[in-house]
């Protein structure tokens, strides 16, 4: 061995490097560290080395200085690094002159300043389903290309962003989340990370720079849901108390709480409040219900959660007491005591103030129990002396307490036991015999054998003599290097043991330390010492071992299979002294499957319910190794990881809550079984993971409304534009009192209200709606006639429906002052203590924006109390037509009476009369009597009055009569529609293509509505009903039927399909041939039509209308009718042209029109003589003939005679 390979030994340095052969650059130059990971303006350092001979070799940089610092070994240096973009590089000129470059990969990076989070565009609280966005601004980082920010709600991740700027130099950048918060999400704290990963030679683990919480409000949306609770989630400590509202906006007919212990009362307008003084329930679910008008039932449950924190919390080591050795197995075990509930539980575990290890639980029990964790260790010699405690910590959620319940144990304070590793000689060791063996590096305080008995022994390789003595410490470093080195060179080797046990990893070296290995694969390990021995081999239940080198035995197994076993190296020294040294080995078995699925569920989810996802892994080997990871679509959501310490292969499985959200329609769920077997196991960690769950979310219905109040006047058409939106697709309708309504519509007073807008889909909800019609005062009510004897007091009371709730004035023909008070709606005007000059008429006038009504009554103050009055008997309100009645007149008298006479009034006409006659005896000096009128009205007799008079006749002699008189009585009569059959015959024709307006009209008190009905599925509201084209399927029987609060008319009309008029002819009358001019002629015209309608007939000269006339004809079968047209003509009408046209007149359109049927004759011409000629030849011809006449008698008589 020369100096410089003893040099390497010594320094540990070794550095394969080949030949120039194939001119590998990392072959021939060596850096180290092959790349460098630093931060802004820090310093760094790089050798530069090379085995092979050269001619020269430096470094290439833009800053900072090189030199040789060694054999073949040249170093890089900067003290500030400020170059962000720098490429340094290595060269080496060899003996061919070859030069060979080596890059250095030099990244630089800045940590953030800040890291911020914050709400996008929006301030104060969010409502539930809503659609938000966060914000994370990360300032001065570099590179930007290796930032990925993590999002975080609570402790969960619930997303990632990087990028892929290549910028190296710092920059400020944003990454931005999605977030549609449910109730459940009221108080939840969100915050970003910025994690800069720089690699495996950048800081480990990677540099972390956090934002600070953003805590959101979540408020509940009653145009969401109908109920809200606050909170809408409950975590308290087991017998506390606790109080919760639930609220709605819509009418409802019950609203109430059902729970299993506690009270509810209503606390405010549509608010109950459930109380519970001590929440001893462990497995409650309470809800808050409402019935709605439509007797439809909703719940709104009640989450929660009652915790316990344990009642001690102790830690312990398992199957172990005493002192612990270096490089052996143990296991602590921490013991939690009382605690609910579980699955909320986290044990984490220190060894001192470092948090090492965390174990989560899976039970899903919700009342306390006892449970464990433990944790492995190997502990080294810088454990010595180290506190373990472990701490239960209870994180029930943002509505938990904060910070979260924590209960830790008394800590635990481990011994190691160790050996010293290597010792040197003191420099006596040549004096003689005996020597002493001296510890090297440490004293034996500092090397914990301070309460340790403790001999050392050495001897020289070859010689079986040995030498006890005791332990001197070296005097200095450079003694112990010298020692160390004496001690390689002469070969000796010095024995240590103490009474706890030979140190074996000072005797034994096992490679590897660890076996971890797959069931069934085959596995090696070499045991090697470096002291002399007896025996050496291997303890091991399956395998073999045999010699493979200096001191070296291996164990070899062909086919693992034994799950639990023990193997150890063990060597025998010349004291026959045996040395165990234990290898550690795990088998372990991925899973053969694993699959996800929803417990206790199929089909759809809905929106903002609670469920739960199982994980099954099956046959997989050891339990304590795996983690089972869940994952949406690409975020890892949360780890589960497992305590069982079974070897063999189990079945396990995991659970995940889930509540979705719509945005979470089409997630993908799955889950990854992971073995993460350390640092000895494979890597990456094996993993299988389950098929994708994609899960589909149903939500809603949502009603969206524009308004929750909308106030229209009377007459208006109205359209709420209310829309439901949800999956699947909700069906939606409107109802008032339970019936069904349709918008838009045209609004009436009595059309105001609340309407409730259903949706029907994943789940039923609706939307009350207040409708305000704003109408003028209609009519007085309450207001009365008064009669009163002097000092009585008088209250007139007035009152009028109308909205806005009208004003009220009062006027009186009087000179008293008016003492008026209004409230709620009625006026109210008070006569105290009422004398005769109160007598008079009084005014009532209600008024507001859109109009005002006023009534007046009349107030009599009579000297006495006498008086009388009118009144219905076992009725108000209107009469109905030809109904029987009865009117009582109610006389009240104070003077005695010997008689009375009662007259009734009708419209000023006397009646009937009655006569009543009293007893002399017995004086009355107050008395009263009633006498009645039968009454029956028709409509005409609408508004009839009817006046009763008294005549009092004294009982005193010589007294006069006194009469009372009632005021008038108005009745009011109400009568059942008649419609009007005039316009409205029982038969209707109509021609083939032509439009027909049906007209209904009715009488009616009060005015009815009008329906028309046509094939008993089609309606029509309104009075006239227009055809707009006879054809073969609109014939047929129509109905119109007018109602109001009295009855309903029905009339039946059938409507029958004519043909058009088709012939239509002219003619002249008694003569053929020319017309002479100046005589008088008839034209007829004829036409062929079957109708009841108007016939009108029209003669034209020409294009010139010369006459008409019009016909009605009484029958609906074929006619020939006719019309004639006197003409005159003259000379110049010679060749004129007459021509006449029938014409059918149809019902009016809606609009006004009328249309018409028009069909006209022939041309009829005329030949026109002159009447001049004609008027000579009519006088000369007589005489001329009677000329002729006398010539021939005189020329016979000659002949004769």
Known sequence: MNERTVLQLVLGLVCLCTNIAGTNARAILCLDPSRIVASYGSSVSVNCSSSVEYISMGWEAPLGRSKETGPKTVTWTVESLKEWNLEPFCYIVVEDSLQVKVPLSVTVYKIPDSVSISTVGHDGPMVEGGQYELQCDVQDVAPVQLLTVKWYKGETLVGKTTFTDSTLTPVDTSATLQISPSRDDDGAQYRCEAELDLGREGPQPPLTVMSDPLNITVHCSTARSISCLDPPRIVASYGSSVSVNCSTSVEYMIMDWEVPQGISEETGPKTVTWTVESLTEWDMEPFCYITLSNLTLVKAPLSVTIYKIPDNVSISTVGHTGPMVEGGQYKLQCDVQNVAPVQFLTVKWYKGETLVEKTTFTDSTLTPVDTSATLQIFPSRGDDGAQYRCEAELDLGPKGPQPPPTVASDPLSVTVHFWVSQVVFTPELFSGPRSTCSESLFSADQAGLRDSAHSLQWSVRGSAQLHSSPLIAPTSLDQMYERTVLQLVLGLVCLCTNIAGTNVSSILQLDPPRIVASYGSSVSANCSTNVEYMKIDWEAPQGGSNETGFKTVTWTVENLTEWDMEPFCYITVNNSHQVK?????????????????TGGHTGPMVEGGQYELQCDVWKVAPVQFLTVKWYKGETLVRNTTFNDSTLTPENKSATLQISPSRTDQGAQYRCEAEL?????????????????????????????????????????????????????????????????????????????????????????????????????????EELNNKTVAHGHNVVLKCSSAANPRPQYNWTSTTKELLKVKDEDGV?????????????????????????????????????????AFISTVDHTGAMIEGREYKLQCNISYVAPVHKITVNWYRGGSPMSSKAFTYSTEGEKFRGSLTTTLPISHNRSENGTQYMCEAVLQPIATGSSNKKIKSDP??????????????????????????????????????????????????????????????????????????????????????????????????????????????????????????????????????????????????????????????????????????????????????????????????????????????TFWAIVGPFIGLAVVMVLGYALKMKIG
Request: glycine letters at 6%; hydrophobic letters at 30%.
């Open 969 to 1174: 009585h108005t009745v009011i009569v109400h009568y059942k529609p008649v419609i009007n059959t005039r316009k409205l015959p029982s038969v209707v024709p109509m021609f083939r293509g032509y439009p027909e307006v049906l007209v209904c009209e009715a009488e009616g008190y009060p005015q009815p509505t009008i329906t028309w009905t046509y094939k008993q599925d089609r309606t029509f509201e309104g009075g006239n009903l227009t055809i707009t084209e006879a054809t073969n399927e609109n014939v047929g029987i129509y109905n119109c039927t007018a109602s109001n609060s009295v009855d309903s008319t029905v009339r039946v009309v059938k409507v029958i399909l004519k043909e058009n008029p088709n012939i239509v002819s002219i003619r002249t009358v008694g003569h053929t041939g020319p017309m002479v001019e100046g005589r008088q002629y008839e034209l007829q015209c004829d036409i062929n039509v079957a109708s009841d309608r108007i016939l009108y007939v029209i003669w034209y000269k020409g294009e010139t209308l010369v006459a008409n006339e019009s016909f009605i004809n009484s029958t609906t079968t074929p006619a020939i009718q006719s019309s004639t047209l006197q003409i005159s003509p003259k000379s110049d009408d010679n060749g004129a042209q007459y021509s006449c046209a029938a014409e059918l007149e149809l019902n009016r359109h809606m609009d006004g029109a009328r249309p018409s049927y028009k069909v006209s004759s022939q041309i009829l011409g005329l030949t026109v003589r002159d009447g001049k000629r004609t």
């Open 827 to 867: 006026s109210l005007l008070f006569i105290d203590y009422a004398t005769e000059s109160n007598t008079g008429t009084y005014t009532c006038t209600a008024n507001n924006s859109l109009g005002e009504v006023s009534q007046s009554v009349r107030v009599d103050v009579g000297d006495t109390t006498d008086g």
């Open 581 to 597: 040294a234990p290898l550690s080995v795990t088998i372990y078995k991925t899973p053969d499957s694993v699959s996800i699925s």
């Open 676 to 780: 993460d077997l350390g640092p000895e196991g494979p890597q990456p960690p094996p993993r299988v993971a389950s098929d994708p769950l994609s899960i589909t979310v149903h939500y809603g219905p949502n009603i969206s409304c524009p308004l929750s109040q909308i106030t229209v006047e009377q007459g208006e058409v109205l359209d709420p534009k209310c829309t439901a939106e949800g999956y699947p697709t909700p069906e939606t309708m409107w109802l008032k009192e339970g019936e069904k309504v349709d918008f838009p519509q045209k609004m009436d007073r009595t059309d105001a209200g609340q309407y409730v807008f259903e949706a029907y889909g994943a789940s039923h909800v609706n939307y009350t709606l207040e409708i305000q019609v704003l109408y003028a005062p209609f009519a007085i």
